[in-house]
């Protein structure tokens, strides 16, 4: 008797290491599969809280013609998925809402004049300096400082207020009510500059003893404050998201100038998107798996960016 139950007993002892060994066999493969390394990762997901930040001309626009067409698809997803795209550019705010309504983005914070101007949210009414805040020197001051400058030191440039709208019209290809718009500046001064290299490094050095910063954009050259900052502009935004969302977003941005670097730097993942600058677009992290550099120039190449990065969330 006692012989057959501790036969009994050793097979069911047998039998349970048969199978843990089999879990422990299925558990190792199952492992093997998930961690399979794949040739690229899908590392955001419209199903997640998720911001885009993106540069508008030469990125999200066609730097000659402002046609956005090619990015209409992603444009109606990531509205029909509430997932907030904001507009990030050198340009007024007054002409960045206006081509919001054109895109379908309206309401949604946007970052004008390279980051010294924030426009919040359209339901942020309970947050301080709504619904715009003016970062650093305004372009009142900012102007007198120009002024100034050209008098004493003859430094040639032409800004935006010393022009009529057709000149603009004729610098950008907008329309009249548009270029307009393009004038309304806040908290920075636009120009072109007609003097030589070495006279432009002069120019930039004095501006930084005024606690000013000379930045170079896709057409023209802008004047602010030394503390502001595209990147600054969107660290603001995420913070407010995180905190009516109580998570910090995922952040993706898309640019393709140099002065789209700094907003790119501070992104989780980042599109750089094909340009014609000669300058490139040097950032601090360029890990392939956060990085995606694009075939394609403008709107064409802004959709092929969120293609790479949200391909498996497509339907
Ligand atoms: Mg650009």
């Given at each position: 008797m006692d012989e057959r139950v501790n036969a009994h007993r050793l097979d069911v002892v047998w039998d349970a290491r048969n199978r843990y060994q089999k879990n422990i066999f299925f558990t190792v493969s199952l492992l093997r599969v998930v961690c399979?390394?794949?040739?690229?990762?899908?590392?955001?997901?419209?199903?997640?809280?998720l911001l885009i930040f993106t540069d508008l001309d030469?990125?999200?626009?066609?730097?000659?013609?402002?046609?956005w067409q090619p990015a209409a698809p992603w444009l109606y997803r990531l509205r029909e998925r509430n997932i907030p795209l904001i507009l990030c550019s050198s340009k007024t705010a007054a002409e960045m809402l206006h081509l919001q309504q054109t895109l379908g983005l309206q309401g949604l914070p946007l970052i004008a004049e390279n980051g010294a101007v924030v426009q919040l949210d359209a339901?942020?009414?309970?947050?301080?300096?709504?619904?715009r805040r003016i970062n650093g020197i305004s372009h009142s001051e900012i102007h007198i400082v120009l002024n100034s400058l050209r008098e004493k030191m003859h430094f040639k440039f032409t800004t935006?207020?010393?022009?009529d709208e057709q000149t603009i019209v004729d610098w950008t290809g907008l329309n009249r009510t548009q270029a307009a718009l393009?004038?309304?500046?806040?908290a920075s001064v636009s120009l072109i500059w007609r003097d030589s290299d070495e006279r432009m490094t002069l120019f930039a050095d004095q501006l930084e003893q005024m606690g000013l910063q000379f930045v170079h954009g896709a057409r023209f050259w802008h004047v602010l404050d030394?503390?502001?900052?595209k990147d600054q502009a969107a660290n603001e935004l995420i913070a407010i998201y995180q905190q009516l969302w109580q998570k910090r977003p995922a952040t993706l941005g898309l640019g393709d100038g140099p002065n789209d670097a700094p907003l790119l730097d501070v992104m989780d993942y980042a599109v750089v998107v094909k340009g014609l600058n000669r300058e490139g677009v040097h950032l601090q992290h360029i890990e392939p798996s956060r990085v995606y550099r694009t075939q394609h120039e403008g709107p064409e190449g802004w959709r092929e960016g969120l293609d790479y990065f949200l391909s498996s969330d497509k339907g």
């Open positions: 399979q390394p794949e040739k690229r990762i899908a590392m955001l997901s419209v199903n997640e809280p030469g990125t999200l626009l066609d730097s000659h013609t402002y046609d339901h942020w009414q309970t947050q301080p300096h709504y619904p935006f207020d010393d022009v393009t004038r309304l500046h806040e030394a503390s502001v900052g």
